[in-house]
């Protein structure tokens, strides 16, 4: 009976290998799996960029015009007051935000448009991740 009682858990060392062999994994692996998060979001941001886009185009198709600035990216979603042949469904569901959790950024005077994501910062400029995402550039 002795003898079972002193083989029950785990030794010292056995625990100690075990913290090391995690520690190992977290070490090779959470550098890959860290760095692919930027890359993701800049990727979904390009996404949604070419998603307004194709939404403004068939907003112009029925329309004759891009929402302007003032009317923004809301008149994908609501009649603004100037568009006649409005579809009833919309052209969005509802409006998307950037993968930083900022509103996209919309430009208009009508007849040419900008779509822009701030990056990760949310701030005009930047580089690497605060890099902006232009529809003129994407």
Excluded: C
């Excluded at 400029?125 to 003129?136: L, M, Q, T």
Aim: glycine share 10%; charged share 25%; proline share 5%.
């Amino acid at each position: 009976m002795k003898r079972l009682r002193d083989r029950a858990g785990f030794t010292l060392i056995e625990i100690m290998v075990v913290v090391f062999i995690l520690g190992l994994l977290v070490t090779l692996v959470a550098p890959k799996i860290i760095g692919r998060t930027d890359e993701a979001r800049r990727t979904k941001a390009l996404a949604d960029v070419k998603g307004i886009e194709e939404a403004l185009h068939l907003f112009k198709l029925d329309n004759g015009y891009y929402p302007t600035t003032a009317e923004g990216l809301q008149a994908l979603v609501q009649r603004p007051a100037n568009a006649k042949n409005y579809n009833p469904d919309g052209y969005l569901d509802r409006l998307p935000i950037d993968p930083w959790g900022n509103p996209y950024a919309y430009f208009s005077d009508g007849q040419e448009y900008i779509v822009k994501s701030y990056g990760a910062d949310g701030q005009e400029g930047g580089e690497g991740k605060n890099a902006d995402i232009d529809s003129r550039n994407s």
